[in-house]
C-alpha cells in the first residue's frame, strides 16, 4: 500500500516508451504558428500579455542591470508553471517532487546571483554578512550564522519546492483512494470525499503556479541582494 502511494512519483511507460513524453508535447499546441506578425489571434495576445505578466511582477525586485536575467528568469516560471501543471494530468508524473532536479536547478542558479554579486558589488555582497552596527564579540558568530544562511538558499529552494507539490500530490492520492473505498459501502461518505477531493485538486492547482513563482521570485530577491 505504501509503495503504490509513491508510485506516482515514478514515471509511467507503455512498451517502454515514457509516457511523460507524450504529455510534454502538449504545450505545444499551445503555441502560435510561425508568421510575420508578432500577434497573430487572440491565443497569442494571451500568452503575451501573460509573458509580460511575470515578467514586470519578476523585475520589479531588481534594478535596471538586473532587467538582463529577464529571459533566464521568465524562461524559468513558465517552465516550471507548466510541468508542476502537467504533472496534475493522467499518466504523467511531475518532475519537480523530484528533489535531484530542483536542487540542480536551484544551486546552478544561486550560484550565478552570489558570483554576479561578488563581481559587481563586492563590498555590498561581502556587507550582508556581518549587519551594521554589530557588537564587537557577536562579530564571529554572526558571520558563521549569516554564511550558513547564505549557503543553505538552493536546498531552501529544493526542498520547498519539493516538499509542497509531494504533499498535495500524496493528498490527493489518499483521498481518492477512500473515495474509491468508500463508493460501495457508503455512497454518502463517498460523495462528500469526492467534494473535498475536487476542491482539493483546485487547491492543487493553485500550488503548482504559486510554487513556480515562489521559486523565481526567490532567485529575483536574491539576485537584488
Not at 511523460?20 to 505545444?28: C, G, R, S, V, Y
Amino acid at each position: 500500500m505504501n509503495l503504490s502511494f509513491f508510485d506516482q512519483f515514478s514515471s509511467p511507460s507503455l512498451l517502454g516508451i515514457p509516457l511523460i513524453l507524450i504529455a510534454m508535447t502538449f504545450p505545444a499546441l499551445l503555441l502560435p504558428s510561425l508568421d510575420n506578425r508578432w500577434i497573430t489571434n487572440r491565443l497569442s495576445t494571451l500568452q503575451l500579455w501573460f509573458i509580460n505578466l511575470i515578467t514586470k511582477q519578476l523585475m520589479i525586485p531588481l534594478n535596471k542591470k538586473g532587467h538582463k536575467w529577464a529571459l533566464v528568469l521568465t524562461s524559468l516560471m513558465i517552465f516550471l508553471l507548466l510541468i508542476n501543471l502537467l504533472g496534475l494530468l493522467p499518466y504523467t508524473f511531475t518532475p519537480t517532487t523530484q528533489l535531484s532536479m530542483n536542487l540542480a536547478l536551484a544551486f546552478p542558479l544561486w550560484l550565478a546571483t552570489l558570483l554576479t554579486g561578488l563581481r559587481n558589488q563586492p563590498s555590498a555582497s561581502l556587507g550582508h554578512l556581518l549587519p551594521e552596527g554589530t557588537p564587537t564579540p557577536l562579530i564571529p558568530a554572526l558571520i558563521l550564522i549569516e554564511t550558513t544562511s547564505l549557503l543553505i538558499r538552493p536546498v531552501a529552494l529544493g526542498v520547498r519546492l519539493t516538499a509542497n507539490l509531494t504533499a498535495g500530490h500524496l493528498l490527493i492520492q489518499l483521498i481518492s483512494t477512500a473515495t474509491t473505498a468508500l463508493f460501495s459501502t457508503m455512497p454518502a461518505v463517498s460523495l462528500l470525499t469526492f467534494l473535498v477531493l475536487f476542491l482539493l485538486t483546485i487547491l492543487e492547482v493553485a500550488v503548482a503556479m504559486i510554487q513556480a513563482y515562489v521559486f523565481v521570485l526567490l532567485l529575483s530577491l536574491y539576485l537584488q541582494e
